[in-house]
């Protein structure tokens, strides 16, 4: 395959868009840290297992999320 100036700027908006996907996944996961930690101090505070189980739920949830997040920006890393 023969690499012409446009596969280069389209291969160059590719990559600009995963950066920009990767900063967006950062940031969300710096407002679900922070929102969980709320959830579970509450969580904590109220005694039911029931909310209890839902912080539990978050947490894995966020911890998938973080796994995520670290995929995204190792292909990100993988194609530069």
Do not use: P
Not at 30 to 39: D, I, R, T, V
Request: net charge negative.
């Amino acid at each position: 395959m023969v690499h012409r100036l446009a596969d280069s700027c389209l291969l160059s908006n590719l990559l600009q868009q995963e950066k920009e996907y990767s900063k967006q996944l950062n940031q969300l996961l710096e407002s679900s840290n922070a929102s969980l930690a709320s959830f579970t101090a509450y969580a904590a505070a109220s005694g039911s297992h029931v909310i209890m189980s839902v912080a539990d739920s978050l947490a894995g949830i966020d911890e998938a999320l973080k796994q995520y997040v670290l995929g995204v920006d190792d292909a990100v890393v993988e194609v530069w």
